[in-house]
């Protein structure tokens, strides 16, 4: 059938010719849909606010010959004071970055849409720390993509790591232990508070993760992505 309706969020927008936009869409369903949204730059368009970054939204989709089109949207969520402060924006804008290297035409990411939708409502309406949502977010993405890090053991002598720190990796894949690690640089470091958020939020989610630790290794997470994604992510 050339309409189709589906749940989406938008992750990218480009100006297009005088009044058009050219939308990616992140959808459950359909997974990275590039759409054409029709005058939607004129003042008085019902497409305006369906064009704006991370609206949430239920798109109706006109495949024509060429391209996809957006025929109408319903906004369930404009995630308006994201637009309000800068900081926010930023981090909001690496989440989409992230999911945007990942996600594939015609193939579903369920997980990562709620994710993403979550980590959003999160930073635009909840009282949690900003680098806490986005340290959290990177976390669980980089789980859902097949590069969970291993938290609970040295990954170069096995051994079993307990309430002590140790450094993370991307090239091995999780934690080296501090007597595995002289050759380590000590930027790669996660304290021992550090590494127990981690563990309480990969299995129990940020909301009962419990104290948060003196700094977060947001940083490092973000570092760890971009060598799994083999891709630059977005500085904070």
């Known amino acids: 059938m ?18 058009d936009r050219i939308l990616t ?3 459950p369903q359909l997974g990275r849909v590039d759409a054409l949204c029709r005058g939607c730059r004129k003042p008085k368009s019902p497409l305006m606010a ?10 109706v ?5 060429s391209k996809e089109m957006v025929q109408s949207c ?19 804008a690496l989440m989409a970055t992230a999911c945007l290297r990942v996600i594939q035409p ?33 976390l669980h993405f980089v789980t859902l993509t097949g590069y969970k890090p291993r938290l609970n053991h040295c990954a170069r002598c096995g051994r079993a790591l307990g309430e002590e720190g140790a450094y993370l990796l991307a090239q091995e894949d999780g934690l080296c232990c501090l007597s595995c690690g002289k050759d380590v640089p000590r930027h790669s470091w996660l304290s021992d508070s550090q590494l127990s958020w981690l563990r309480q939020v990969l299995v129990r989610g940020i909301d009962k993760a ?22 630059r992510l977005p500085g904070l």
Do not use: C, M, W
């Open 2 to 19: 050339p309409y189709r309706t589906t749940q989406a969020l938008v992750l990218q927008r480009s100006d297009y010719r005088e009044n």
């Open 61 to 65: 989709l006109f495949t024509g010959k």
């Open 74 to 92: 319903g906004v369930v969520e404009a995630f308006y004071p994201l637009r309000l402060d800068y900081e926010r924006l930023t981090h909001a």
């Open 25 to 27: 869409l992140f959808s």
């Open 50 to 59: 369906a064009s704006e970054l991370f609206t949430l939204g239920e798109y």
């Open 210 to 231: 419990g104290e948060l630790p003196d700094s977060l290794p947001l940083e490092l997470l973000r570092q760890y992505a971009q060598a799994k994604l083999e891709t």
């Open 106 to 138: 015609e193939e579903q990411a369920g997980h990562l849409f709620i994710l993403l939708a979550r980590s959003l409502r999160r930073l635009a309406f909840e009282d949690l720390p900003i680098q806490a949502v986005t340290t959290a977010f990177l």
